[in-house]
């Protein structure tokens, strides 16, 4: 265990406390944990967008208590023989929050008409291949991931 | 972080950013960007080629200044070059069809002031 990190050859985990500069250091290293794991950039950078909004809406959102304890990110990758996979799981002590209930952004159609904000839920759909939530153990528990064929 | 503009000619404003535009990175350029999208030119022009990372927080300072520059009859447009993770930011929220992007200088340029 070093600044947070924990490390397995598949499994990486990393424990942040809420605020923005906190937010870019686990992006940082989720990036960076993926790329040592050979996960194709493409996913890469998916991962690590989804990764930012899912914890900049904790961050915004989650309230006191999210703010109180640390959030916790893990990663895994899968291999399999066609296929690969990373799962990144976040969970934080904030307000309960479904990230996965919420209903289906629809983009405004003209620069006067439309509002700014609530695009963070908007790009973790599209930045994510799937999405699973859970309140446990009085945290919340959002995980999400990225597949690709192996060459 | 770092944004700085040159002005080309009479009408047009050209705005680079470079960094990422997450939370700390826009937090440090917003009031900037908006003071320097605020100029009285008829077009704008923000290269972001060679930004790093594109947050909803970044793409949601872009949208305020865009929408300032429209409402003082003017047009703000985006340079992305081949930045294919500034790309997938603007089309995943579907901000590229409000702000227009384009790959180079010279296409954006002609844009942002025709």
């Known amino acids: 265990m070093h600044n947070g990190i924990h490390t397995d050859k598949q499994v990486e985990t990393l424990a942040i406390a809420a605020s923005g500069d906190e937010i870019r250091r686990a992006c940082e290293w989720l990036a960076t944990a993926l790329r040592q794991r050979a996960v194709p950039d493409p996913q890469v950078q998916r991962l690590e967008l989804a990764l930012h909004e899912a914890l900049a809406n904790v961050l915004a959102h989650g309230g006191s208590a999210a703010r109180a304890e640390p959030i916790r990110i893990r990663i895994e990758v899968r291999e399999q023989a066609t296929t690969g996979e990373a799962h990144v799981d976040v969970t934080d002590a904030g307000i309960p929050f479904d990230p996965t209930g919420t209903p289906e952004h629809t983009p405004a159609k003209t620069l006067a008409e439309a509002q700014p904000g609530g695009l963070g839920l908007p790009l973790i759909r599209r930045c994510s291949d799937w999405m699973r939530y859970r309140r446990e153990g009085g945290r919340n528990h959002f995980v999400f991931g990225a597949r690709w064929a192996k060459l | ?114």
């Open chain 2, 1 to 114: 972080m770092s944004i700085s503009h040159t002005d080309i000619g009479d009408n047009l404003r050209k705005i680079v950013i470079l960094g990422r535009l997450d939370i700390p990175g826009t937090e440090s350029v917003a009031d900037q960007l908006e003071k320097l999208a605020a100029a009285p030119k008829k077009g704008v022009v923000v290269d972001l080629s060679s930004l790093k990372f594109l947050a909803s927080i970044g793409i949601r300072a872009l949208f305020q200044s865009a929408k300032a520059v429209k409402e003082r009859g003017g047009r703000m447009v985006l340079v992305v070059g081949n930045n294919s993770s500034v790309v997938m930011s603007l089309e995943a929220t579907g901000i590229n069809s409000l702000i227009p992007m384009f790959k180079s200088d010279a296409e954006a340029e002609r844009a942002a002031v025709a």
